[in-house]
């Protein structure tokens, strides 16, 4: 079961770590990642409350994806099928440089 | 006995016995010999003066509502008791209930996570906007002040 859901994961460009989590606990973990219950504790709690903003009572959240963007690095979160999925991956956006 | 009216529908409430503080003497004596009572003239002589400061507490303690004083309603002992009994059920019953709430399930945002998670990441103009309408945002919140117009503490004057 676990390989069907990190398969996708593990795929993703630049991924430096993952974590699959339920409302039970940790699924799945992986690089960075890896057995960090601390992270995804957090993550949960950040992205429930997101869930939370509704626009003018709507049924729907307002988002797709939550990014938790540092300086070189960045958490993409995600919810399906009562999963939250969350991806760190590498971040090398840096100022335009104008040559 | 006191009263409480309900002024909206002009009914009673409830009505309370209770004792005044002071035994409350004859009010309505008979004006001293003579002179008339003058509510601004202060009293010349000691016995006067007693009698206005009596007159005070009495009025006080008439308006003063001891509490502790109260009779209850008289409910029996059997009464009471099992009315608590009921009380306690109730709460146990709301206790569970409220025990047993579940939390929020989590909404589905998507049916393809993977590509959600893979799709390019936000661009770092957009998060120079954000972090630069944030800035603004605290700015803004942090010059909130008072603007004290008036004294907080005035003396009370009674003229």
Redesign the interface.
């Known amino acids: 079961m676990t390989t069907a859901l990190t398969q996708?994961?593990e795929?993703?460009?630049d991924q430096i770590g993952y974590l699959v989590i339920s409302?039970e606990g940790v699924l799945a973990s992986a690089g960075e990642l890896e057995n960090d219950e601390h992270t995804a504790g957090v993550i949960m709690q950040m992205v429930?409350t997101a869930?939370r903003f509704r626009l003018h009572g709507a049924a729907?959240?307002l988002?797709?994806?939550m990014?938790v963007?540092f300086e070189d690095y960045?958490y993409?979160?995600?919810?399906?099928?009562?999963?939250?999925?969350v991806?760190k991956?590498q971040?090398n956006?840096?100022?335009?440089v104008i040559v | 006995p006191l009263k409480c009216y309900n002024l909206q529908t002009n009914t009673t409430l409830f009505s309370l016995r209770v004792k005044p503080l002071i035994p409350d003497p004859n009010l309505d004596r008979k004006p001293t010999s003579g002179s008339e009572r003058n509510a601004d003239s202060l009293p010349s002589n000691r016995t006067d003066e007693q009698a206005l400061l009596t007159t005070i507490l009495q009025r006080t303690a008439l308006n003063i509502i001891d509490v502790s004083a109260v009779d209850s309603q008289g409910m029996e002992q059997h009464e009471y008791m099992d009315r608590a009994r009921q009380y306690s059920t109730k709460l146990e019953v709301l206790s569970r209930t409220l025990s047993q709430k579940k939390p929020v399930p989590l909404p589905s945002l998507t049916s393809q996570p993977h590509q959600v998670l893979a799709a390019d990441l936000v661009p770092y103009a957009d998060v120079q906007q954000v972090s630069k309408i944030a800035a603004y945002a605290y700015s803004a919140i942090s010059q909130i002040k008072v603007d004290a117009k008036e004294e907080l503490v005035v003396q009370f004057a009674i003229p």
């Open positions: 996708g994961l795929r993703i460009p409302e429930r869930c729907e959240p988002f797709k994806r990014s963007m960045v993409a979160v995600t919810i399906s099928g009562q999963k939250v999925f991806v991956r971040n956006q840096r100022e335009p």
